[in-house]
């Protein structure tokens, strides 16, 4: 039988729902899974035809100014024809969804051809029709997420204990005391917070730190940015689509980064990173994980603080001590193989 991922990304979308569907799809080990993504970047086509997962990407979305917006019925309806034409006469096992225009129209209609439906969610702000409903972000109250259930009988996979990362290393990171900093807002990063964080490093009381900036391809600020520090001999910037984190952290102290994806990921590799986020949800989510101790968390304001950036860069507390922190990091770890468990 076969599952079904539909997902987008694109210059505003960005990379984060892609690579942790592909994550989980690799996890599921099914032998037939299509994805049906538009605007896909050559590192995600890669990874497809490398774990031998079909790729439908003949149709385009259009690229809204508001990727967050729930797209209108007549927009749904129209790509799931287009899904349920390319699949037709295969037998679906499983639809999953991650995608904030789809809700429970689009849903509704996938069940009709699917044994099971799954959304994977981080907003909370839509009704959904589906079997499975997955949002690993703390701060939502499992009642809210109940209302939203147009189906009664969906299962909730809420919390850390469901978070979708993955090429995760076995043990807490040591960290190598070198000052090796990444910074790394995404493969878009919108608002140009890698800039304003360079406006901040390049001074002299950061002469200490080498910091790595990482920009995505699809940045179109990424000329200015290595204009502006090509002149600094402890700042590289390297315009690159990174596919694999875990050879990459080795090398890396703590990271700068956006309250995304990766910033899951650098949890479970055991950093503890200086967070900036770039839109309100994201600031839910980093607030929440702040609460817990898990993350510095910076604004655009504060970051253009040198002294409390400084302060923060230098300090070195090993906060896996509390067992708070410990269970919310083994949970995170072991995310995808819980999900994965529950969705058999």
Known sequence: MTIVFRVDSS???????????????????KKNVIFFSSKLGLK?????????????????????????LEWSIFRQKKDFNFLQKKLRGQKIKQIIIDHYGLSYFWEKQAKTIAKKV????????????????????????????????VNKNTKLLLGDRFCLVGNIISSIKKTNFKNKISIYFGSVDKKNITLEVCKTIKNNIFKPFRFNIIIGKKNSNRLRIKDFIKKSRNIVCKEANIDNFSNYYKNIDNVISASGVTMYEQLSYGFKPIVIPQNENQKKIAKSLFKNELINLMDLKSIKNKKLLYKILFRNKNFYEKSSVNKILENIRNGLKNTVNQLK
């Open 11 to 29: 210059s505003r979308i960005g990379d984060g729902h892609v690579m942790r569907s592909i994550e989980l799809a690799i996890k599921m080990k």
């Open 118 to 149: 799954i959304v994977i969610d981080d907003l909370a702000n839509k009704e959904h029709y589906c079997d499975f409903y997955i949002n690993y972000h703390n701060h939502f109250k499992k009642n809210k997420i109940n209302q939203l259930m």
């Open 44 to 68: 995600h086509k890669k990874i497809l035809k490398k774990n031998k997962i079909k790729l439908i990407s003949e149709f385009n979305i259009p690229d809204t100014k508001n990727h967050f």
